[in-house]
T-cell receptor
Framework: GENVEQHPSTLSVQEGDSAVIKCTYS??????FPWYKQELGKRPQLIID?????GEKKDQRIAVTLNKTAKHFSLHITETQPEDSAVYFC?????????????FGTGTRLTIIP | GAVVSQHPSWVICKSGTSVKIECRSL??????MFWYRQFPKQSLMLMAT?????????EQGVEKDKFLINHASLTLSTLTVTSAHPEDSSFYIC??????????????FGNGTRLTVT
């Protein structure tokens, strides 16, 4: 099955600076890579996702890059703000006729220092 | 749109009792729902895939007789933790994908249920 590794486990960034979280996956068939943000005690919220047919996707201050050859993808948050503090999870899934299962990384606790 | 409601949000039960958790897709149909378990400060571990009208598919190491899953309609899946023990204390989260939206469409998560077994 798929195995997703995520680094770093914790990250502290000065407000206004950029944050980068990296993930690697093992299953070369995986073609969908979402990123979720989870605040304490709350549900994971999808913040951005990328499919294997593109190498980069951007949504305002958030961007994701994908390197299929190296099997890794990264989340980039620019101009960080205090409300960006949360735990971020990457995930990956191979296609399975609509029943795709997401395998999550171990999470990164991001703290934005005011 | 695409709201998933999970109930209860928290529950405390005694060892040996059973607890049922409901997961509802409020504004869409979900042929497939997924149940995850999350320990404090850890990742989401998939427990099982719930399929409407058929048996759930459990991940390796998850006891199907302990974690009973029923997906009786296109908007409701339930997880019953039977004969609960303190080690079953955890955060359980369901998720669902809008039916008919194609491969790898986004997963929408419920708010989770914090189960504490005393």
């Amino acid at each position: 099955g798929e195995n997703v590794e995520q680094h770093p486990s914790t990250l502290s960034v000065q407000e206004g600076d950029s944050a980068v979280i990296k993930c690697t996956y093992s299953d070369s068939a995986s073609n969908y890579f979402p990123w979720y943000k989870q605040e304490l005690g709350k549900r994971p919220q999808l913040i951005i996702d990328i499919r294997s047919n593109v190498g980069e996707k951007k949504d305002q201050r958030i961007a994701v890059t994908l390197n299929k050859t190296a099997k890794h993808f990264s989340l980039h948050i620019t101009e960080t703000q205090p409300e960006d503090s949360a735990v971020y999870f990457c995930a990956a899934s191979p296609p399975n006729f609509g029943n795709e299962k997401l395998t999550f990384g171990t999470g990164t606790r991001l703290t934005i220092i005011p | 749109g695409a709201v998933v409601s999970q109930h209860p949000s928290w529950v405390i039960c005694k060892s040996g009792t059973s607890v049922k958790i409901e997961c509802r897709s409020l504004d869409f149909q979900a042929t497939t729902m997924f149940w995850y378990r999350q320990f404090p400060k850890q990742s989401l571990m998939l427990m099982a895939t719930s399929n409407e009208g058929s048996k759930a598919t459990y991940e390796q190491g998850v006891e199907k007789d302990k974690f009973l899953i029923n997906h009786a309609s296109l908007t409701l899946s339930t997880l019953t933790v039977t004969s609960a023990h303190p080690e079953d204390s955890s955060f359980y989260i369901c998720s669902a994908r809008v039916s008919g939206t194609g491969y790898n469409s986004p997963l929408h998560f419920g708010n989770g249920t914090r189960l504490t077994v005393t």
